[in-house]
């Protein structure tokens, strides 16, 4: 694909950029060792390393564009590799996010997608419903803790919420599979690390909420944790909440604000 076709609905997320825009990228990687011939690499920082420093090997391995957030480092880089192509992001995650939909065809645009966020409970009720829409001759995908299935095939992953470059794969092979519905675990970290920035989910369902992945390159607090949950009330259809839980009212202002139909059990 052209390096402008990935960029093209970046508006205010591009800051500077110093690219040809006649440059066909073969592949996306975030992780420098699986940059290959023409890909993009995106250098985002970690909560223990910073990609910026992995520019290097990335365009060692033959990476033609090089999508990072540090002011600093895009200077010095696209000054000693002028023959790559660099563009300065408000924030590199968000850029992997929209380069992956474009790069793939923006596959979750054709999915129906059910998000579940919670503490306790996601994995369960994702196979609850997943169980539900199948019962019902609706072929249904499953993303969470125990892996990913979809049209009888299984994939391991290490995150509940994978990197929103897997997201957009799995969701074109599940396309390709005829599987236009997928029901997944959305995760705080997801949401804080913007691995599902940018996809509009068709519901998304609360579970409930007690302090969790709070501490060193987690959560800084339950405050954050609960808030990082609520965003993805802002980026959905509908909404399904438990009315037990004790922190409801914080989802139902969000929900309120947004003007989202809800429903809760």
């Not at 090089?66 to 995650?93: G, H, P």
């Not at 470059?165 to 997801?190: D, W």
């Not at 060193?216 to 609960?226: D, M, Q, R």
């Amino acid at each position: 694909m052209n390096i402008s076709g990935l960029i093209k609905d970046f508006g205010e997320l591009a800051l500077d950029k110093k690219i040809r825009t006649d440059s066909e990228i073969k592949g996306i990687a975030y992780d420098s060792r699986k940059v290959k011939d023409g890909f993009a690499f995106t250098a985002a920082k970690g909560a223990v390393t910073d990609g910026h420093d992995y520019i290097d090997g990335a365009v060692s391995n033959g990476a033609s564009a090089i999508f990072c957030d540090s002011r600093e480092a895009y200077e010095i880089y696209s000054e000693k590799y002028k023959d790559v192509n660099f563009i300065l992001t408000e924030n590199s995650r968000k850029a992997l996010a929209l380069i992956s939909a474009e790069f793939f065809g923006r596959p979750a645009d054709k999915m129906t997608l059910i998000g579940i966020t919670g503490t306790k409970g996601k994995t369960s009720t994702s196979f609850m419903v997943s169980h539900i829409l199948e019962k019902a001759g609706i072929p249904c995908a499953i993303i969470g803790t125990t892996g990913i299935y979809y049209a009888g095939k299984y994939e391991y992953i290490d995150n509940s919420t994978p990197e929103s470059y897997e997201l957009h794969r799995l969701f074109a092979e599940m396309l390709k599979n005829g599987v236009k519905h997928c029901v997944m675990e959305v995760s705080s970290q997801a949401l804080m690390l913007h691995r599902v920035y940018g996809m509009h989910f068709d519901t998304a369902v609360f579970t409930n909420i007690s302090p969790d992945h709070i501490g060193e390159g987690e959560h800084k607090s339950f405050g954050e944790y609960i808030s990082y949950k609520g965003q993805l009330f802002t980026m959905c259809s509908r909404a399904s909440v438990n009315a037990d839980s004790d922190k409801i009212d914080f989802i139902k202002d969000i929900i309120e604000k947004n003007s989202v139909p809800c429903v809760t059990f």
